[in-house]
């Protein structure tokens, strides 16, 4: 899902894929080693820069409104992120999420979202729009939801910021 580095003189942005399995996996050996709250900040900042690469790689850029909608749909389609819907809002866009990866509904703690989706949100939005957003995951499957929904608030005047 990530851009890859050029290592070996391959093209910076190859694209990987890997089991939503190896992600619970990845999530629960962060939680081991850093505990919850750095294990979630670590696999959001590294979705975000996951969605920033996937849209370098795919150049998609477009202006708030129905075609960044359509647009973020498609690619989160592509990632396999889950089967979703994109509706604008006042703010910027609702992305109600079935089937996340990411989720699990089998999660005894309830303490964790879904941190790297997230992150994808957040830098495909921030990247495409070329504008400062907050994505905030308001319900989760992992919280006993019946789905994950995400609200991005795009800011109107403020330019994407580097180092978030």
């Known amino acids: 899902m990530c851009g890859a ?27 081991i080693v850093m505990g919850d709250e750095a294990a979630s900040s670590t696999l959001f900042r590294f979705g975000t820069r996951c969605g920033e690469e996937v849209v370098r790689a795919t150049q998609e850029r477009t202006g708030v409104g129905e075609d960044a909608a359509r647009a973020i749909e498609d690619i989160g389609a592509e990632l396999g992120l889950g089967r979703m819907q994109v509706s ?5 866009f609702v992305i109600r999420v079935n089937g996340s990866l990411e989720a699990r509904p089998d999660n005894p703690h309830r303490i964790m979202g879904c941190e790297f989706t997230r992150g994808i949100w957040t830098g495909l939005a921030r990247e495409m729009l070329q504008k400062d957003v907050l994505v905030e995951e308001s319900s989760c499957i992992s919280r006993g939801a019946e789905q994950c929904v995400f609200d991005v608030s795009v800011s109107p005047t403020r330019d994407a910021v580097e180092g978030y």
């Open 88 to 92: 604008v809002s006042d703010e910027g």
């Open 5 to 31: 580095m050029d290592l070996a003189g391959q093209d910076p942005h190859s694209l990987f894929l890997m089991p939503s399995g190896a992600l619970h996996s990845l999530w629960d050996e962060l939680r």
